[in-house]
């Protein structure tokens, strides 16, 4: 438990302690965000968008994607290396060069490990059939994929560092973190996530006399700004992870380049 206590305290200090870093490293990111879905609502509309317009629906998912890989790299990597090296992102951090685009073939990289996790889950309920057994052996396979998953995620921050590692390398220095990456990034979220809907239940309430627009704009904000927290405390975790890992892996005294 003291793994867990750690990690959970090095992300709360890191991200409450830096909120202006925070909304460095993200802000840019998520505002642009938040005009696309402006123009989602104005361009598409209607009450069923799919059945009105739904080429302009798949182009726009396509965009969002590509969008979600890009900022995600691009916020990952700034706040690693703020974590691990201080170096501290511009006003306007919209970065996306050569550092960013490999993190971006390492996390699809991890996507398609998902992917064959749920392939395998896909597998045991053609072979079971039976829903009872089919969610009994899914929940036994993920028992086993999580921490493995969270373990090999070190890969993402050693790539923004730029000390790549393999995903050998990263399950090994990641022995006994995985559950404790799992369970901060869990913990962590839940409050933020819960109170986001609590919010967006009472301004709702509050703003049930205003247009719409006026109140989809206010909850998106709202959720922004819960996206922006969550995120970033997420990517800490794995900041957080991979200090320790790296210190177990190096003995008492880290590398001082990684964590001047």
Sequence with gaps: MN????LLT??????????DIVFRAAGSWFALQFLLMLILQSAIGGTDPQAANPGAVATFALLALVFSLVASASISVAWH?????EERPGAIQLKFGGLEFAFVMRMLLL???????WLVVALIHG???????TGVAAIVVFIFAIPVFFRLS?????TAVERPISLGEAYSMGEGLGWYMFLATFLLSL??????????YLVGLAASGLPLLILQIKVMILNLLVQIIVTVLGISVLTAGYRMATGQAEGANPDPGVFQ
């Excluded at 090095?10 to 909120?19: A, I, P």
């Excluded at 072979?127 to 057994?133: F, K, V």
């Excluded at 070190?154 to 050693?158: D, E, G, T, Y």
């Design 3 to 6: 793994k867990l206590k750690q």
């Design 10 to 19: 090095d992300s709360l200090s890191l991200v409450f302690g830096n909120l």
């Design 81 to 85: 290396r703020f974590g691990l090296l």
């Design 154 to 158: 070190l890969i993402l921050p050693a």
């Design 191 to 200: 409050p933020f996530v819960l109170g986001g809907l609590a919010l967006e």
């Design 127 to 133: 072979l079971l059939g039976a829903p009872a057994l």
């Design 111 to 117: 996507a398609l490990i998902m992917v064959g996790i």
